[in-house]
């Protein structure tokens, strides 16, 4: 299942899917900036928007992952 094709109602609920290995932090991390794109030139809510240490965030966190280390309770979890 690709991030286009998942909807997760909450962010509880996405943890679990990234920790399931239902999907990365980096394919999440990835469709946040996509809703992000799509949307926000007509909401305007983003002021800044840290892609490049987002993406690198959520590497590292699927990197802990497949090491069997807990990255913690919201891991792979984008927000703003």
């Not at 990365?24 to 490049?52: M, P, Q, W, Y």
């Not at 959520?58 to 069997?68: I, N, S, T, W």
């Amino acid at each position: 299942m690709t991030p286009t094709q998942t909807s997760f109602p909450d962010a509880v609920s996405l943890a679990r899917a990234v920790r399931a290995g239902d999907i990365s932090a980096v394919e999440a991390t990835a469709a946040a900036f996509r809703k992000i794109d799509r949307h926000d030139g007509l909401l305007n809510c983003f002021t800044t928007v840290l892609r490049d240490s987002a993406m690198i965030q959520a590497a590292d966190v699927d990197r802990r992952l497949a090491a069997g280390q807990d990255p913690g309770p919201l891991c792979g979890v984008p927000f703003a």
